[in-house]
């Protein structure tokens, strides 16, 4: 029977894992979030993963070392971001080419997402988003920007015509 230390460190883990469902701090869907927590999983609740969120226990090794272990295999470094406080691990991790970011700006971005609410479920009624990734953004504005160059130029090639 679990005790009820390990109880309490399952359900600090469930609900971790539950808020990172509700609020998606990772963006899109799409977006895949893995959580290292130290040492095995308990008996019961261990398997929280589940679409877009992996639950990975470290077993015999660190969560840290475990961490830089799936950066150091990981083929696409620079998508990876890592949340952390651990200056040790902030460095490591840089080293290898990943990003990293406090814990802080972490919970300030999963409160942001909760006020705002997500991208995918913030539609009007005429099932247009209200709210657009960061992504969405630059592209329109580099589109506009297109544009307001070339009918600038077009107005200055009419007065030198």
Known sequence: MPTLIHQQLETQRHSFVHMIHTRRPQGSSRNKVTVVFDGYPAGFGADLS??????????????????????????????????TNDRAIQYAVRALGAKVISVESFLQK?????????VDSQRNQSGLKKNISNREKQHINLELEDLWLKKKSNKKNKRDE
């Open 50 to 83: 589940s679409g877009h969120v992996q639950i990975l226990y470290s077993c015999d090794i660190t969560a840290d070392d475990r961490i830089k272990q799936i950066v150091q295999k990981s083929i696409l470094k620079k998508n990876i971001i890592v949340v």
């Open 110 to 118: 999963i409160n942001k997402s909760a006020s705002s609410g997500s």
